[in-house]
C-alpha cells in the first residue's frame, strides 16, 4: 500500500524556518518523481516544488523560488522541503505528493501557519 506520511509542520514567525518531511513507503521511491502542493485556507491545490527520481532537477513556483528549498533522500525514502523566510502568504496545509501533478496521489498533509 502507497503511504505518505508528512512532518514538520507547525506555527512560526514571518521570517522563520520550518523543514517539512514526507515518508514515503509501498512503492519504489526512488524512481518517481516527487512534489509538494499546498492548499490555503479558501483556495485551490497550488503546485510549489517538484524534484526528479534522481534529486537533481528541480522545479518551484514563482511564489516561492529563492525561499523554499526541495531536496530527496534515496536512501531513506524522504522527501524533505526547507522553508526559509516564511511569509504569512504561506499559511497553508502542505502536501507530499507521488508525481508531478496536483491531482496525483498525496498524503494528508501537515499544517503551517505564519503568524505575527
Known amino acids: 500500500e502507497v503511504q505518505l506520511a508528512e512532518s514538520g509542520g507547525g506555527l512560526v514567525h514571518p521570517g522563520e524556518s520550518l523543514r517539512l518531511s514526507c515518508a514515503a513507503s509501498g512503492f519504489t521511491f526512488s524512481i518517481y518523481h516527487m512534489s509538494w502542493i499546498r492548499q490555503a485556507p479558501g483556495k485551490g491545490l497550488e503546485s510549489v516544488a517538484g524534484i526528479d527520481s534522481g534529486g537533481k532537477i528541480t522545479s518551484y513556483a514563482d511564489s516561492v523560488k529563492g525561499r523554499f528549498t526541495i531536496s530527496r533522500d534515496n536512501a531513506k525514502n524522504t522527501l524533505y522541503l526547507q522553508m526559509n523566510s516564511l511569509k504569512l502568504e504561506d499559511t497553508a496545509l502542505y502536501y507530499c505528493?507521488?508525481?508531478?501533478?496536483?491531482?496525483?496521489?498525496r498524503g494528508q498533509g501537515t499544517q503551517v501557519t505564519v503568524s505575527s
Open positions: 505528493v507521488l508525481g508531478s501533478q496536483i491531482t496525483d496521489y
